[in-house]
């Protein structure tokens, strides 16, 4: 029987934490804690206003795309409605409930649903880069020069459609390649949304924050991967809340929650309820402090 030679475990990267240098190794608890303007649990809801093109298309296919034989009406209908309502039922939600979001959206939307765009802007809401559309999808695959050419097309799409140029960026799948911390800050972006190892901001190395939007804690996860109904959806929120809550209170450092929500999933009728329930429960917490990605970042960047 052979054995390997001993040089095949060795490895000139390995080293404590990891095996890059996009950023530096950091214990969430050994860091110094931070505080935000009110309360200790900054609740950050991020919605994602895609648009799915009825063929898939890039390196890979997005979560959420056709998936049976072309044309994919049953696919494609559905999608559309989370566009058509499901949005809409959330705009109303967030102003039931006194609180600002998070809008990740699709170039290809802003420039097909402009009212919905206008009306997501006129709320109070913030609007983050989410690629062209659902076919806008990153890889190591993708060339330097065509990942930026594709994350500089977002931009300006998205502003020339909507009149606002965003700070945030969330890849589709929150996939990326190694080069696209260094592309989104050339692109003038302060952070992005990607990396989900945490649950407070960090920067790269370059300068780019990560804002993490976890996806066990989306409504796509919960309800659409793990079959959970949306009162279960919203029990675990809140007890993510409340270990949050109880954590910083021990620690005395700020935590960070992040809800994402998908219109064609969460804004259905009869889920719709289970997230205005949940809104209203936790704005009632005095640990709760609801704000868009940006406003997280900011209040973040000001105390490291």
Known sequence: MSTLAPSYLEYPHRREGYDHDLYAWSNMHARPPVTWPQGSVAVWLCVSLEWFPILPGGPFTA?????TAYPDYRHYTARDYG??????????????????????????????????VAAVIAGGHEIIAH???MNGTIDSTLAAEAEAALVAEAIERIERASGVRPTGWLSIARQQSFSTPG???????TYCCDWVNDELPYRFANGL????LNHE??????????QKSAASWAESMRDAFDW??????????????????????????????????????????????????????GAWKAQT
């Open 63 to 67: 979560p959420g795309h056709m998936v």
């Open 83 to 116: 566009n058509r309502v499901g949005a809409w039922r959330f705009l109303d939600a967030f102003e039931k409930a006194g609180v600002k979001a998070s809008f990740a959206t699709n170039a290809a939307i802003a420039e097909r649903y402009p009212e919905l």
């Open 131 to 133: 690629s062209t559309d």
């Open 183 to 189: 592309i989104l800050k050339e692109q003038g972006l």
């Open 209 to 212: 924050i990560n804002l993490p």
């Open 217 to 226: 804690l989306s409504d796509r996860q919960i309800i659409t991967v793990q």
């Open 244 to 297: 949050l809550a109880r954590e910083a209170a021990t620690s005395g450092g700020a935590r960070m929650l992040p809800i994402h929500l998908t219109p064609y999933i969460m804004g259905l009728p009869y889920r719709i309820a289970a997230l205005e329930e949940l809104l209203a429960e936790l704005t009632r917490r005095p640990e709760a402090w609801f704000a868009r990605g940006d406003e997280i970042v």
